[in-house]
């Protein structure tokens, strides 16, 4: 490329101002090289491999997503939504872990070890908060911050379920060691610190936390033993009390309860498991439904059902992150006692219902 013809009357300049009038030069030549040069050779080295047009990050973004992380024998586990990609993160088999939930980037998973019926070998119950990559990978246990006196609290940890604003962690635990009274805490994500405590003024258990997405509120199972009948608690969460909602069920003359609840992505719908009271069927039958209904208005939908007389139990319902799928566990109890949990994805749209997993159980999405 030739060179601009200058004035012959022009002062000498500087190299400052040679480098100036070369400018419109170099630009020009940056143009003709990026022209004739590949696109992928402008993408990252990990783009470069990939599909034409990808983004390595928004992809990672996309697959953790779409991610559920379940408990399978006694390990956390995730998979895809059509249940391929089963992959085992802690592969502890001799170590008992419960209850995943996703933070809210997606990037980290939290889960409860030791936990339900686990012993330190002298008789005491023990349970520790851990958290961990999405990938399985940077396990640490956190620390809950406790005094002394409240350091049974942290015995027998049940549940635990990660706000949508990434803030707090919601830890159900009892007494192991006195009377089972059990209440709900919120410990600071970032350092254990407790924020808030809810008792429940009563024996029991608090199972299956989930936040409503504004926060403002926590649904759990309340159970203790079998001679009780569970029931749906949700928590206010300015105040600490708690109130058992009713829901839409099928029959006025039969009593039926909620036993578990998720608020749908938007906080608009909810999902939740109904069953009838013990004692109010025949040979002590109790039926149990999956069904959504709007957070306001009517417009509820039954999607499955079961019935203790063929050993089945619905459990633990979780929205995929578009609110499309509704992932349940779904129980069949032998008459030895045994049991075997089974995961399944409900597409509410069309009401088809997928076998995801086999001996899996406690999905978050």
């Not at 490329?1 to 480098?19: C, D, F, G, L, Y």
């Not at 470069?48 to 953790?64: D, F, I, Q, V, Y």
């Not at 109130?243 to 992505?265: E, F, K, N």
């Amino acid at each position: 490329m030739s060179r601009p013809i200058e004035p012959t009357a022009s002062p000498v300049r500087t190299n400052r101002q040679k480098r100036l009038t070369r400018l419109p030069e170099l630009l020009l030549l940056l143009v003709g090289v990026a022209l004739a040069m590949p696109a992928c050779a402008w993408a990252s080295p990990a783009a470069a491999h990939g599909p034409a047009g990808s983004n390595p990050l928004r992809e990672a973004r996309r697959s953790t997503v779409a991610l559920i992380a379940f408990v399978r024998n006694g390990d956390i586990w995730t998979m895809r939504p059509d249940g391929s990609h089963q992959r085992n993160l802690t592969k502890t088999s001799h170590i008992q872990e419960l209850s995943p939930t996703w933070s809210p980037s997606r990037d980290r998973i939290a889960y409860l070890r030791g936990g339900m019926g686990a012993s330190d070998g002298r008789g005491h119950l023990t349970g520790e908060l851990w958290t961990m990559r999405s990938d399985g990978s940077h396990k640490g246990r956190m620390h809950v911050a406790l005094t002394t006196q409240e350091q049974w609290r942290s015995d027998h940890m049940i549940s635990v379920a990660w706000s949508h604003n990434g803030t707090w962690l919601a830890l159900s635990n009892v007494d192991a060691r006195g009377e089972w009274l059990c209440r709900i805490l919120l410990l600071s994500a970032r350092t254990g610190k407790i924020g808030k405590s809810y008792a429940s003024g009563g024996v029991g258990v608090l199972s299956y936390l989930h936040w409503r997405p504004d926060g403002r509120k926590i649904s759990c199972t309340w159970s203790y033993g079998a001679s009780l009948a569970p029931q749906l608690w949700i928590i206010d969460t300015a105040s600490g009390k708690h109130s058992v909602p009713t829901y839409w069920h099928p029959s006025q003359d039969i009593g039926y309860a909620p036993l578990y609840a998720a608020w749908s992505p938007k906080g608009s719908t909810i999902a939740y498991v109904e069953a009838s009271e013990q004692h109010s069927l025949p040979e002590n039958e109790v039926k149990q439904f999956l069904a959504t209904t709007p957070v306001k208005g009517s417009g509820h939908r039954v999607f499955c059902s079961c019935s203790s007389v063929h050993g089945d139990w619905l459990e633990a319902p979780a929205w995929s992150a578009d609110g499309t799928k509704i992932a349940y566990e779904r129980r069949h109890y032998s008459a030895d006692g045994s049991s075997h949990g089974r995961i399944c994805v409900l597409t509410r749209s069309t009401g088809k219902i997928t076998t995801i997993a086999d001996n899996g159980s406690d999905p978050a999405w």
